[in-house]
């Protein structure tokens, strides 16, 4: 039998600067991660956006990024946002920003290209003189492979309920 490379059905968006809208917030609830080789549990979401640039079918591309649910200083989510808005978060915000703000808000996306995929690598404000968007995906949409990771975090849940000790979610690593 002999095996050849084919060709890639699902096209990316060029690598590059993107014209973008955020269309929704997937709350992943408490995820079981590896980090430095240790297990922790970590609550988790996912922002989703649509580019300005469409794909072969019309649509507009989607892309997304996993975050942790925290507004600490050394956070991911903290610098895109802190990037995204131009502007440092107040202690106030820091206390409990509301991501539903973000929903329908604009910016620039920095995608990179990493072997196969096109990866978020920052996200800035809107560029001045770029058309205004507005989400065209339901709120209501949820991928496939979101609702998998959701339903992830219910079997967490139900370990946690089950008196395992090692998951826990403090309440200020949650800021929303």
């Given at each position: 039998m002999i095996v050849r490379e084919l060709e890639q059905e699902f096209k990316n968006p060029e690598p590059g600067m993107h014209n973008a809208v955020c269309f929704n917030i997937f709350d992943l609830g408490v995820?079981?991660?590896?980090?430095?080789?240790?297990i922790k549990f970590r609550p988790q979401l996912i922002i989703g956006w649509e580019l300005e640039a469409k794909n072969a079918k019309g649509e507009r591309f989607k892309k997304y990024k996993k975050y942790t649910a925290n507004l600490h200083e050394k956070a991911l989510l903290l610098q895109h946002l802190e990037s995204w808005r131009n502007k440092a978060f107040t202690d106030e915000e820091l206390k409990?920003?509301?991501l539903e703000n973000i929903i329908g808000k604009q910016c620039t996306l920095n995608l990179i290209e990493?072997?196969?995929?096109?990866?978020?690598?920052g996200v800035m404000a809107k560029m001045p003189n770029v058309p205004q968007l507005q989400p065209e995906t339901s709120r209501d949409w949820t991928p496939e492979w979101v609702e998998k990771?959701?339903?992830?975090?219910?079997?967490?849940?139900?370990?946690?309920?089950?008196?395992?000790?090692?998951?826990t979610c403090e309440d200020e690593q949650i800021p929303f």
């Open positions: 995820q079981k991660i590896e980090w430095q080789k240790e409990g920003f509301d990493d072997k196969n995929y096109i990866n978020i690598s990771l959701q339903n992830n975090a219910q079997k967490v849940k139900a370990e946690d309920n089950e008196g395992n000790s090692d998951i």
